[in-house]
């Protein structure tokens, strides 16, 4: 009818959608009367006594403004319901463009929008997941505790050249062409040989020196060096060495073993907090890398266009995430690169909506105890974890953080009984990527 609004939905590229919406102009006409009128009560015109002014000289001095208020307002309510004429589910904000309106006529707005896929979950009952198992060996715990020696190593003078893992501390110019440039001159520098934090001409350059030795090193600049004056460059380097020295570990003992917590200071029950605490963290890699396993497999079974609109969201997201590991202020000039998060984000996306649906269709919930197990992971390892643990549950968004683990460990645990599991036997250095310390 007439005085109906008029609403048609047109298909375009994937989820996009297009509302064409009109409003009869009975309805635009009658909402600007009413609101000039509410106008005119308090209205103070010359020539008239206040609220005493006839509606067509309310209408000649407020009339526009009125209009395009009443215009916009229109929108607004007629959008949310032409979405639910509809039946679609918008994913996002729609882009809404007006056309020209007349007064005494209709009016007509076009609103594009992305809508959330329909999702039909294939292939539950046939997937396939790979969960990888290790065992610890007494190799493994050697390593462990050699690496633990290195910590507490000390440094001694060592009256000889320099060779690889000693510690050589240097004063140290650089000059491109005979100029010095910024950030290429520093003293007491100490530099550990084939750790890798200096440029690997400079480090190699310091092998066979020795203390007092001034000697010149040729330094080339990569391409991809993070200072854009030096990329590419030929640099010289003068280097005065302080002083050489080497890592000394100390022994096994009682008192190694009283500096790691264990007060007895028998090294037998070092060895055993020792492998229970490389246990715990061993079962927490295989926990996530079959999560991280059983995610990839639900994401091949159900390929899933999804709301752009969604991933940029998400790409902001981490974005902010980025400049908070970074120390930068949220207000920061530097923003990291949004292309380097599309493939991460339509992935958080695709999955975000894929686990919500499998949620639904199982009809999981997590109970109380589930998010009290995601508090004790998280807060395992603190001196004092009751206290972090009210911390969090003081915290609403973490609160929501902890739910939302504990219901995608529901849903690996769900997908779990239902696929093909398949243990990957790994050894424990591969599957945690533990290297023995120089």
């Not at 526009?64 to 959008?79: A, C, I, P, W």
């Not at 007006?98 to 896929?117: L, Q, R, W």
């Not at 974890?385 to 849903?411: C, F, I, P, S, W």
Request: glycine fraction near 6%.
């Amino acid at each position: 009818m007439a005085n109906e609004l008029q609403v048609s939905l047109q298909s375009s590229e994937g989820l996009k959608r297009t509302l064409r919406v009109e409003i009869p102009a009975e309805q635009i006409d009658g909402e600007i009367t009413k609101r000039l009128k509410q106008v005119g009560k308090k209205a103070k015109l010359k020539g008239f006594r206040p609220g005493k002014a006839p509606l067509n000289v309310i209408r000649q001095n407020y009339g526009s403004e009125v209009r395009n208020e009443v215009l916009g307002d229109m929108m607004q309510k007629t959008y949310a319901q032409a979405i639910s004429q509809e039946q679609i589910q918008p994913a996002g904000n729609p882009n809404i463009k007006a056309d020209e309106h007349k007064e005494g006529n209709a009016f007509a707005y076009t609103a594009e929008v992305e809508v959330y896929p329909e999702i039909s979950l294939q292939g539950l009952d046939s997937l396939s997941i790979e969960k990888p198992v290790a065992k610890i060996t007494d190799q493994d715990v050697d390593l462990i505790i050699d690496n633990m020696r290195h910590q507490k190593a000390n440094w001694e003078t060592a009256n000889r050249k320099a060779r690889e893992n000693d510690r050589v501390t240097i004063d140290f110019e650089g000059s491109i062409d005979g100029e010095a440039f910024p950030g290429g001159k520093a003293e007491s520098t100490p530099v550990i040989l084939g750790e890798g934090r200096m440029l690997p001409d400079f480090e190699k350059g310091l092998v066979g020196i020795k203390a007092g030795e001034v000697r010149n090193i040729d330094v080339n600049f990569p391409e991809d060096y993070h200072a854009e004056d030096l990329k590419g460059k030929k640099a010289v380097f003068e280097i005065s060495a302080e002083v050489v020295e080497e890592k000394v570990l100390p022994e096994i003992d009682t008192e190694f073993c009283q500096a790691f917590g264990v007060e007895s200071g028998d090294i037998d029950e070092l060895r055993t907090e020792v492998r229970a605490n490389m246990q715990k963290e061993l079962d927490g890699v295989i926990e996530a890398k079959t999560k991280d396993n059983a995610m990839t497999a639900l994401l091949e079974a159900n390929p899933l266009d999804v709301p752009q609109a969604l991933v940029g969201q998400e790409i902001h997201s981490l974005q902010h995430d980025m400049q908070r590991r970074m120390g930068l202020p949220d207000d920061h000039s530097y923003h990291p690169p949004a292309e380097q998060f599309i493939d991460e984000a339509t992935r958080r996306v695709r999955l975000g909506l894929l686990i919500g649906e499998y949620v639904k269709q199982e009809e999981l919930k997590v109970e109380k105890q589930e998010i009290e197990q995601q508090l004790d992971k998280m807060t395992d390892g603190y001196e004092d974890a009751e206290t972090m643990k009210n911390a969090y549950r003081g915290n609403q968004q973490a609160m929501q953080q902890l739910n939302m683990m504990a219901l995608e460990a529901k849903v690996v645990e769900n997908l779990l009984t239902k696929a093909t599991v398949t243990e990957q036997a790994n050894d424990f250095q591969t599957l945690m990527e533990v290297k023995p310390l120089a």
